[in-house]
């Protein structure tokens, strides 16, 4: 039966407290072989973020408390942690150190007890060093100096490799380990308003050589690089005005694909994501348009955007390995959750909700997409 009442009179039978309860904040995720990772935020352990693993249908917390797996760099958060053939790597939050959990082991301290901080952590196999985002505290009452850093995973030792820059992140190793890719930003910008791409040779050693910008700069925002299978560079670029899949070739950077939608997201964590590769030849990426977010398929050669069938409208922290997906999805109607996708079958899993309480679906208002002339210009706006 329709209940009609006077406007700010009618009395909903959904309580803040059945909303909060048993809610986590689902964050960062991780893929490592075929083992799927996230960070969830507790508020019952005063915000503690944990590492969870799915496990036969359930979920097994990795980080025991008092650990509480979040990065200071920047202070947004993001890339705190990372899965390697089973041993993760996260940085600590109350002391900042990166601290290191073996199968079966206590997590112990890997890197020294110095004012520095690390984030968005990428594994170089050859050297076994973690390469990453660095932040410099040494002089506090100055602003914080921001590196592009490694560390290796034997020793603990911590080297810069490049610095001179306001901000770094995304470090981004290619397939055969000779090769970083990495985002740098300077003030006033912020990294939705202007950026740079670059790349350099990764030496033997660990160091780099040839450093050189290979995309973005003034008035361009260039975020997300990833190395494909076969070792050619991808990026989100707005050059055009939208963030688009471009690629860097040798002949320069080559448009991807060309549409009115969004495949970028603001860069305010480390760790963000909004494609992978299935294989050379194929991307698994999620876009937004008119405030929706979906999922597609891109052939890398030609561009062809083919968008699969997926009841989420909202997707971030999307992950690729192979034909398994991993990402933070949700709805109007379902809760923000850990989805895996098996691209071969379809066959979708829900690992973890970010709250059990569920509503009617008849208390939902599906918000609806609209478009209006505002002192002539055309606005946008959702409409419920």
């Known amino acids: 039966m329709v209940e009609t009442a006077p406007y700010g009179s009618w009395k909903s039978p959904i309580t803040p407290q059945q909303i909060a309860m048993g809610t986590v904040r689902l964050e960062e995720t991780c893929i490592d072989s075929r083992d799927i990772f996230w960070t969830e935020g507790r508020p ?140 740098t930003w300077d003030h006033p910008n912020m990294p939705w308003d202007s950026t740079e791409l670059w790349m350099a040779d990764l030496l033997p050693d660990g160091r780099l050589e040839g450093a050189h910008k290979v995309a973005g700069g003034l008035g361009i925002s260039t975020i997300m690089p990833q190395w494909s299978p076969g070792g050619v560079l991808y990026f989100i670029s707005d050059d055009t005005g939208w963030w688009n899949i471009w690629k860097h070739g040798e002949e320069g950077n080559e448009q991807v694909v060309d549409i009115d939608a969004e495949f970028g997201v603001p860069h305010w964590i480390f760790g963000i994501s909004t494609y992978g590769f299935i294989s050379d030849e194929k991307i698994l990426c999620a876009y937004t348009q008119h405030g929706t977010w979906k999922l597609a398929e891109v052939e890398t050669e030609f561009g062809d955007l083919e968008e699969r069938t997926f009841p989420f409208t909202d997707i971030r922290s999307l992950k690729v390995l192979g034909a398994q997906a991993v990402m933070i999805a949700g709805s109007p109607s379902v809760p923000t959750s850990i ?8 066959v979708i899993d829900v690992l973890k909700r970010a709250s059990e309480f569920f509503l009617d679906p008849g208390y939902l208002s599906r918000p609806e997409s609209v478009n209006y002339p505002s002192e002539g210009r055309n606005a946008h706006a959702l409409l419920s």
């Not at 989805?339 to 379809?346: K, M, N, Q, V």
């Open 44 to 183: 019952r352990e005063g915000g503690r973020n944990v590492i969870v693993k799915a496990v036969d249908g359930s979920t097994v917390d990795i980080l025991p408390p008092p650990f509480n797996s979040r990065s200071r760099v920047h202070e947004y958060g993001g890339g705190s942690f990372i899965s390697v053939a089973g041993t993760i790597y996260f940085t600590n939050f109350s002391d900042q150190r990166v601290y290191r959990i073996e199968k079966g082991k206590d997590p112990e301290p890997l890197t020294p007890q110095v004012p520095l901080r690390f984030a968005d952590f990428v594994y170089d196999e050859r050297r076994d060093r973690l390469f990453c985002a660095m932040e410099d505290h040494e002089q506090g009452d100055r602003e914080a100096v921001n590196h592009l850093g490694s560390i290796d995973v034997r020793a603990g030792e911590v080297h810069c490799l490049s610095s001179g820059h306001d901000f770094y992140s995304s470090p981004r190793i290619n397939p055969s380990g000779d090769k970083l890719a990495w985002i």
């Open 339 to 346: 989805i895996r996708l098996d691209l071969s079958t379809g």
